[in-house]
């Protein structure tokens, strides 16, 4: 979804400015600690729709809510400081929050499952989307992403399966994960070749993202939170890196609230009842959740 592609930003610096790092490759060590991060943030998802937190990351603060229902667009970590170390790798999570004002979950789910318009939504990020399969609940997508940052050219293809349940009327929640990824060399040049899976630069390894809404106030809110894997910084260049690609994190997942806020509030009034999934192609089944059978 939106927040893989612009959840980008946060890694280029890391992977693809300094010339000494080179060309990487994931590790085991670095996927099985990968597992188990994603199985803990599925726990505590479990645990918003359990009623042991509320459903939304807003409703802890009424200070946080409040500036929702203002207009501003809020980001946080949701571990530390944003970033966490892995063996051989980074772990970034963030989560933001918006409120859409006057609009309902239809028109939201109409935007967020429109992939063949995501190049039109989150441009410049996304250079090319497009719908692959579907059924009532899932979703599988592919998207071509690139960012330009000083002297930094990164792009990539990636294949993502997206699941989205409906926890009532007026909740529900999406979670999407990254099924391939691989590195474009030489974007847009004469040379430009995909690389296998896994190898390159390390700027995403892996992405798990999960959307919750909920319709009350008049409105939509809307909250995301991405986390994705990267290579490893340094230790010698933390220090300069780690504040940037925090900042970069920020700006991304304000720029993918944003711009979301402004496609469902673009959608002519002919949306309302469209269907989600014209096709009905077959899809995987629903991912679990930790703590479902």
């Known amino acids: 979804m939106r927040v893989i592609s612009l959840l980008v930003s946060l890694v280029i610096m890391a992977g693809g400015l300094p010339k000494p790092l080179g060309a990487a490759e994931l590790q085991a060590s670095t996927i099985k600690a990968w597992n188990d991060y994603v199985r803990s943030a599925d726990v505590q998802m479990q645990a918003r729709l359990d009623g042991r937190q509320p459903f939304l990351w807003t409703d802890e603060s009424p200070d946080l809510r409040l500036r929702v229902q ?32 006057n609009t309902t979950i239809e028109r939201l789910l109409h935007v967020l499952h429109d992939f063949a318009h995501y190049k039109e939504f989150y441009k410049p990020a996304v250079a090319n989307s497009r719908l692959l399969a579907c059924n009532d609940a899932n979703q599988e997508f592919s998207m071509v992403w690139q960012r330009r940052i000083l002297f930094v050219n990164a ?139």
Request: charged fraction near 20%; glycine fraction near 10%; proline fraction near 6%.
């Open 155 to 293: 792009a990539m293809e990636g294949h993502y399966q997206s699941h989205q349940t409906a926890v009532d009327a007026r909740h529900g929640y999406s979670v999407a994960d990254s099924t391939e990824l691989r590195e474009i060399e030489e974007y847009g040049q004469a040379g430009e070749h995909l690389l296998p899976p896994d190898t390159g630069k390390g700027y995403i390894w892996r992405l798990h993202s999960i959307a919750r809404y909920e319709q009350r106030d008049g409105g939509v809110y809307l909250e995301l939170e991405g986390i994705v894997l990267t290579r490893d910084m340094p230790a010698s260049l933390r220090w300069l890196l780690g504040p940037v690609v925090n900042h970069l994190s920020i700006n991304s997942l304000k720029t993918t609230l944003g711009h979301t806020r402004d496609a469902v509030n673009s959608l002519p009034a002919r949306a309302e009842g469209l269907a989600l999934c014209p096709n009905r192609t077959r899809t995987s089944a629903k991912p679990n959740l930790a703590g479902e059978d």
């Open 70 to 101: 203002r207009g501003e667009v809020v980001v946080a970590p949701a571990v530390g400081q944003g970033t966490r170390s892995v063996p051989n790798g980074l772990i970034h999570d963030w989560r933001g929050a918006v409120f859409i004002p």
